[in-house]
């Protein structure tokens, strides 16, 4: 089965569709190999997108820039949430806690890491983990709770040390 689907305008929004191909078997149609293929390319190019914004949001976090770089993490998350990647998703939402650590924000940090902390449990990234413990070990030093902070990277530490 062949199906054709041209330009669409809707309230000033373009789509570009293109021939499909469709197997229906048992009521189900699957897409051909071209689709799945064009939508796996979209999907990468929507990460190097995120990858992008992560890099740039990390070099102004650099700079001192915590505002630009709030801006392009929260972008970053947009998009690894809608394409699925888990461990994009972890990553960014360590660097936005990193921006409010900077920023003295505490209660938004932690927030944040541990939202990050879930996830690279849940993908099973043990370097990504250790890495958001010592960063919750360091919002727990800035606020003078010592033996949280050391509670913190002790595990951390085990972590690194296991990888």
């Known amino acids: 089965m062949r199906y054709s689907l041209g ?3 809707f309230a000033g929004v373009f789509l570009v569709t293109f021939p499909v191909e469709a197997v229906v078997a048992n009521g189900l149609s699957v897409a051909s190999e071209e ?3 064009a939508l796996g390319e979209g999907k990468k ?3 190097n997108e995120a990858l992008r914004l992560n890099k740039l949001g990390l070099q102004q976090l650099n700079r001192g820039e915590y505002r630009e770089a709030l801006n392009n993490f929260e972008q970053a998350l947009v998009i690894v949430r809608e394409i699925g990647e888990r461990q994009g998703e972890a990553t960014t ?3 936005i806690g990193n921006v409010y650590l900077s920023l ?5 940090a932690l927030d944040y ?4 902390l879930a996830i690279s449990k849940q993908v099973g990234d043990k370097a990504g983990e250790g890495t958001i413990l ?5 919002v727990y030093r800035n606020l003078g709770e010592y033996p949280k902070a050391l509670d913190y990277f002790q595990q951390a530490l085990t972590i ?3 990888v």
């Open 113 to 116: 890491y541990q939202q990050s």
């Open 45 to 47: 190019q929507r990460n």
């Open 93 to 95: 939402l360590n660097n």
């Open 35 to 37: 689709v799945k293929i």
């Open 134 to 138: 010592n960063n919750i070990g360091e």
């Open 104 to 108: 003295g924000e505490y209660p938004k």
């Open 7 to 9: 330009l669409l305008a």
């Open 160 to 162: 690194h040390k296991q």
